[in-house]
């Protein structure tokens, strides 16, 4: 395993849309293993391969619960209830955080390291994350949806 560079906002590349994978195999293990040692070295929540300069749709997200390090490939959204407003950061925008408008509870499908289908549910912090993460999948940036920010760290 190995600690990966994470892009900074300003990097093109983040506002770029990620293919979805179609292999599951080593190479797509390593990344998974990359980004998780990443995520953890870095002390975040979560990580989405666009962010280490991979245009695949990969996230890791662990919010430090008992369901552990989640691995999601090709994740999608599939239903949203209620809302919240939370401050979020972002691994990209180091030292920056501001509110943002998220749904309360997020249903999400993806497929895990070996391609079996998964369907996850989360509230608060996870739905955020599951939000925050397949944004950066498609090129979204949660500077795009904040509206407030917090005082610089």
């Known amino acids: 395993m190995a600690v990966l560079d994470i892009l ?18 080593e190479e797509l293990w390593e990344l998974l293993d990359d980004m998780a040692e990443t995520m953890y070295e870095a002390g975040g929540v979560g990580l989405a391969a666009p962010q280490v300069g991979v245009l ?21 959204i599939v239903a949203i209830r209620g809302k919240q407003r939370e401050p979020e950061g972002c691994l990209s925008y180091p030292g920056k955080s ?5 749904p309360a509870k997020v249903k999400l499908k993806a497929q895990d390291r070996y391609g079996k289908r998964r369907v996850y549910v989360g509230s608060g ?8 993460e ?3 999948l498609n090129g979204i940036l949660y500077s795009d949806k904040v509206d407030e920010w917090e005082e610089d760290e």
């Open 8 to 25: 900074q906002f300003g990097d093109e590349t983040l506002r770029r849309k990620s293919e979805e994978v179609t292999e599951f195999n």
């Open 56 to 76: 695949k749709r990969v996230v890791v997200i662990d919010t430090d619960d008992d369901r552990g390090l989640m691995e999601l490939v090709n994740p999608v």
């Open 98 to 102: 501001g509110y943002v408008v998220r």
């Open 125 to 132: 912090l996870l739905a955020r994350a599951f939000c925050h």
């Open 134 to 136: 397949t944004d950066h």
